[in-house]
């Protein structure tokens, strides 16, 4: 007789495990329990059914019970409850949340998938009739049906993360009068600051109003009421602040918690009982950059971790390398995807690193539908290994964080990723490629033969009155530049030496980076010692500049932005 394999929730993780153990073995008998209508479905296109791009609900469901049957022998109870692990007797006692009949089932090997529920704060009006969470298939057609049937206009979204961002985004589609809340100071926290600017100002220029640095306190019956006691219209609120994992089933079952929150697993993705696995949402998982313990809700690393932990079942080999957090997401006309670790969490990690910020095009300038992307690569210093890398743009940003997510699975370093041969083909991308010209520029750095400063430092450069030149042509900085810096043309600047000081920092700029480079190195060439280039240029500074202009209504430090 085969082995008897219960799990506790579908969707990404117990889904796979079921799927995987199968393939392994015919003779084994499983049974998947969820305690919803739906054993299996597409949690991550749930808001694409907000705008009708995915018009029928029914389709974001990809597998029902009778077709797990069918197809792969698998039974899969749907409106089942696990209520208790008793874990002595190896049983778990399952309640029909129907008929509320309960039964005990019995297990040789028990898997934990029940992922994460989103977080709701004890304010006041939370329970209104009017506020939604979306986690699954019924969650979202009860806000899509309640929008629709009570002709709602104005919606308040709290929480600029993934689902905050999808759900406004899809619901702004839908013609809907959108307010976007996070409590901190940005959208999407795997994002540093200079880039997540980009993201702001895409939601502001498509008419969601964007507020930061403000949470929820209170819903009302038209409005929410934000801790700085502003008041935001609003008929229907979508709490997508966060998840917390589903851990209560394994701390009545007194498995070990970690001290992220999340189920405690070892190598093969086992709980402290040798019988029972964990994965998914729910768990803690080891970073492979930092070392440290942390939580990852993706549905990529969750597969990884069912087919291992149904390989351990039986005694297949598993090398455990870790997650780096590799994801993406659109944003109106934006596409954003990042990898690894970003600065704040290098400098919580104590990891010296710098980085580089270039601005190329994402194919030959000349064809048609050229975009520049918006690329920052972060590096151990002194190794030149890699530790993440955020890219935005029009294009295919993903194809390049792919390119540094395996990389960093490889322990890739800048000088191994210069060497990096890549398709090319100029309706594709560049001979040179924007991660290639990401690593020459961070071997630059890395030598000592180029010095830079931030996006970021570019305020305080003004307001210093430091020695600021910008390479770009007259007429480009006559239609937009920074207020007190001396437009001297890469085009003329050899002529025009006598111009820029020897005895004080000089900071060079052009539209992109690649100029000011060339500047910069040239200088040093020809003796000066302390000159830098401003990281992502021109354009860079306009992008950070404007929304914190916008959102602090102080005075810009450029004439004019320029954006393109």
Same mark, same amino acid.
């Given at each position: 007789?085969?082995?008897?394999?219960?799990?506790?929730?579908?969707?990404?993780?117990?889904?796979?495990?079921?799927?995987?153990?199968?393939?392994?073995?015919?003779?084994?008998?499983?049974?998947? $329990? &969820?305690?919803?209508?739906?054993?299996? $479905?597409?949690?991550?296109?749930?808001?694409?059914?907000?705008?009708?791009?995915?018009?029928?609900?029914? +389709?974001?469901?990809?597998?029902?019970?009778?077709?797990?049957?069918?197809?792969?022998?698998?039974?899969?109870?749907?409106?089942?409850?696990?209520?208790?692990?008793?874990?002595?007797?190896? %049983?778990? =006692?399952? #309640?029909?949340?129907?008929?509320?009949? %309960?039964?005990? &089932?019995?297990?040789?090997?028990?898997?934990?998938?029940?992922?994460?529920?989103?977080?709701?704060?004890?304010?006041?009006?939370?329970?209104?009739?009017?506020?939604? =969470?979306?986690?699954? *298939?019924?969650?979202?057609?009860?806000?899509?049906?309640?929008?629709?049937?009570?002709?709602?206009?104005?919606?308040?979204?709290?929480?600029?993360?993934? /689902?905050?961002?999808?759900?406004?985004?899809?619901?702004?589609?839908?013609?809907?009068?959108?307010?976007?809340?996070? !409590?901190?100071?940005?959208?999407?926290?795997?994002?540093?600051?200079?880039?997540?600017?980009?993201?702001?100002?895409?939601?502001?220029?498509?008419?969601?109003?964007?507020?930061?640095?403000?949470?929820?306190?209170?819903?009302?019956?038209?409005?929410?009421?934000?801790?700085?006691? %502003?008041?935001?219209?609003?008929?229907?609120?979508?709490?997508?602040?966060?998840?917390?994992?589903? =851990?209560?089933?394994?701390?009545? !079952?007194?498995? !070990?918690?970690?001290?992220?929150?999340?189920?405690?697993?070892?190598?093969?993705?086992?709980? %402290?009982?040798?019988?029972?696995?964990?994965?998914?949402?729910?768990?803690?998982?080891?970073?492979?950059?930092?070392?440290?313990?942390?939580?990852? !809700?993706?549905?990529?690393?969750?597969?990884?971790?069912?087919?291992?932990?149904?390989?351990?079942?039986?005694?297949?080999?598993?090398?455990?390398?870790? *997650?780096?957090?590799?994801?993406?997401?659109?944003?109106?006309?934006?596409?954003?995807?990042?990898?690894? /670790?970003?600065? #704040?969490?290098?400098?919580?990690?104590?990891?010296?690193?710098?980085?580089?910020?270039?601005?190329?095009?994402?194919?030959?300038?000349?064809?048609?539908?050229?975009? *520049?992307?918006?690329?920052?690569?972060? $590096?151990?210093?002194?190794?030149?290994?890699?530790?993440?890398?955020?890219?935005?743009?029009?294009?295919?940003?993903?194809?390049?964080?792919?390119?540094?997510? =395996?990389?960093?699975?490889?322990?890739?370093?800048?000088?191994?990723?210069?060497?990096?041969?890549?398709?090319?083909?100029?309706?594709?991308?560049?001979?040179?490629? *924007?991660?290639?010209?990401?690593?020459?520029?961070?071997?630059? /750095?890395?030598?000592?033969?180029?010095?830079?400063? +931030?996006?970021?430092?570019?305020?305080?450069?003004?307001?210093?009155?430091?020695?600021?030149?910008?390479?770009?042509?007259?007429?480009?900085?006559?239609?937009?530049?920074?207020?007190?810096?001396?437009?001297?043309?890469?085009?003329?600047?050899?002529?025009?030496?006598?111009?820029?000081?020897?005895?004080?920092?000089?900071?060079?700029?052009?539209?992109?980076?690649?100029?000011?480079?060339?500047?910069?190195?040239?200088?040093?060439?020809?003796?000066?010692?302390?000159?830098?280039?401003?990281?992502?240029?021109?354009?860079?500074?306009?992008?950070? &500049?404007?929304?914190?202009?916008?959102?602090?209504?102080?005075?810009?430090?450029?004439?004019?932005?320029? $954006?393109?």
């Amino acid at each position: 007789m085969g082995k008897r394999i219960l799990i506790v929730g579908g969707v990404a993780g117990g889904a796979s495990v079921a799927a995987r153990v199968r393939r392994l073995d015919e003779e084994a008998e499983i049974i998947m $329990f &969820e305690k919803g209508p739906h054993v299996s $479905f597409s949690n991550c296109a749930l808001p694409y059914h907000l705008s009708g791009e995915i018009e029928d609900s029914n +389709k974001l469901i990809l597998m029902n019970p009778a077709k797990f049957d069918k197809r792969y022998h698998i039974e899969a109870r749907t409106n089942s409850e696990v209520m208790t692990i008793n874990r002595t007797k190896k %049983t778990i =006692t399952v #309640k029909n949340v129907q008929t509320e009949e %309960t039964y005990e &089932e019995g297990y040789d090997y028990l898997v934990l998938s029940p992922g994460a529920s989103p977080i709701v704060p004890p304010l006041k009006g939370v329970d209104s009739q009017h506020v939604f =969470t979306v986690r699954n *298939v019924v969650d979202i057609d009860k806000l899509n049906q309640f929008v629709q049937q009570q002709h709602i206009k104005n919606i308040a979204v709290i929480g600029g993360g993934f /689902i905050g961002l999808e759900v406004a985004e899809n619901l702004a589609y839908a013609g809907k009068n959108i307010s976007l809340v996070e !409590a901190q100071n940005q959208v999407m926290a795997p994002f540093d600051s200079d880039m997540v600017q980009i993201l702001h100002k895409e939601l502001i220029d498509k008419g969601i109003n964007l507020v930061l640095n403000d949470g929820i306190t209170q819903v009302e019956e038209s409005q929410i009421v934000l801790a700085s006691g %502003t008041k935001v219209a609003a008929d229907a609120v979508v709490m997508a602040i966060g998840v917390r994992p589903e =851990t209560n089933l394994a701390k009545e !079952a007194d498995l !070990a918690i970690g001290k992220t929150g999340g189920i405690k697993v070892d190598h093969n993705y086992r709980t %402290t009982d040798p019988a029972i696995y964990a994965v998914g949402d729910a768990i803690e998982v080891h970073h492979k950059i930092t070392g440290a313990k942390t939580r990852l !809700a993706l549905a990529g690393p969750a597969q990884r971790q069912a087919r291992a932990a149904a390989d351990h079942m039986y005694h297949i080999p598993h090398r455990n390398t870790g *997650v780096i957090g590799s994801s993406g997401i659109k944003i109106f006309d934006l596409n954003a995807a990042s990898t690894g /670790i970003n600065e #704040k969490q290098a400098k919580a990690a104590n990891i010296d690193y710098d980085f580089v910020y270039i601005i190329p095009t994402d194919k030959v300038g000349i064809m048609p539908e050229s975009n *520049v992307v918006h690329f920052k690569l972060l $590096f151990e210093i002194p190794t030149g290994r890699i530790l993440g890398a955020q890219a935005i743009g029009k294009g295919n940003v993903d194809k390049r964080i792919d390119v540094i997510a =395996t990389m960093i699975m490889m322990n890739g370093t800048v000088e191994d990723l210069k060497e990096l041969e890549l398709v090319y083909s100029p309706i594709f991308g560049t001979a040179k490629d *924007v991660v290639n010209q990401a690593a020459l520029v961070a071997l630059n /750095i890395l030598n000592g033969a180029i010095k830079q400063v +931030k996006v970021s430092e570019v305020r305080e450069l003004v307001e210093s009155n430091a020695f600021i030149i910008d390479v770009r042509e007259k007429k480009e900085y006559e239609a937009g530049h920074v207020k007190n810096a001396k437009n001297i043309p890469l085009s003329e600047f050899r002529e025009r030496l006598d111009e820029i000081p020897t005895d004080q920092p000089v900071y060079v700029h052009c539209r992109s980076g690649q100029r000011s480079y060339n500047a910069v190195a040239s200088l040093g060439n020809v003796g000066y010692e302390h000159v830098y280039n401003i990281s992502g240029s021109f354009l860079g500074i306009s992008l950070f &500049e404007y929304v914190n202009d916008k959102k602090q209504a102080r005075e810009p430090i450029v004439t004019k932005y320029n $954006f393109k």
